[in-house]
């Protein structure tokens, strides 16, 4: 008794069903489909989250990938003058926030652990009219501002947690010619949320009832 009196307690011990651990294969055949991991690794990691037994085992199989390097961007397609741009937002036990003007890569990767990430991408410049965002959150949680015209396409695993698009605060101006913003990742008992919503500083006046 006393041996089960002094186990660590928490969510990232509760035990984890064959469901969860169909969910991080298929994440991990869709990295080693796109050349993030050679097969050996395929191999070895997919033995790793068969094996596991708890939430906290699978979060090292997977976190390496949706951090990784993100694609070049076509020196056409930079943007004019100084503005800051980055490949990664990160936030472990903390905040991070991207927000005003920043320029966004065609492959941008943000990653929370126990922490909270924010991307305002209303007054991004986009370097791509098609953009990838790899997003996970492990007990933390990204949330993926966009404005009213983009089309946003998620993509996500919830791992008791939540990933998708919530509700708009600003009506989707969708049109063929709308940029796309692709979202994908892995919510471990975390949040992934994309949301539209209208120009910063908009008077609430003028949101009507939406």
Request: net charge negative; glycine share 10%; hydrophobic share 40%.
């Amino acid at each position: 008794m006393g041996e089960i009196e002094n186990r660590p307690t928490g969510p990232a011990q509760m035990r984890i069903s064959d469901a969860d651990r169909q969910k991080v294969a298929e994440v991990l055949r869709d990295a080693a489909g796109e050349g993030r991991i050679d097969l050996d690794e395929l191999d070895e990691r997919l033995e790793a989250t068969w094996a596991a037994k708890t939430y906290a085992d699978l979060v090292p199989i997977t976190v390496d990938l949706q951090v990784a390097g993100h694609s070049p961007v076509p020196a056409a397609q930079a943007p004019v003058g100084p503005v800051t741009g980055h490949a990664s937002s990160i936030a472990i036990m903390g905040d991070c926030k991207r927000r005003g003007v920043w320029q966004v890569p065609e492959s941008h990767s943000a990653f929370s652990l126990m922490g909270s990430v924010t991307l305002d991408l209303r007054e991004a410049v986009m370097t791509s009219h098609h953009t990838l965002i790899n997003a996970s959150a492990v007990m933390g949680d990204v949330k993926i501002i966009v404005p009213a015209h983009f089309h946003v396409v998620v993509d996500g695993t919830p791992i008791m947690g939540d990933y998708g698009q919530g509700k708009d605060k600003a009506p989707a101006q969708v049109s063929p010619d709308s940029p796309t913003v692709r979202v994908r990742g892995v919510a471990l008992m975390g949040s992934v949320q994309v949301q539209r919503q209208p120009p910063r500083g908009t008077p609430k006046k003028f949101l009507g009832s939406y």
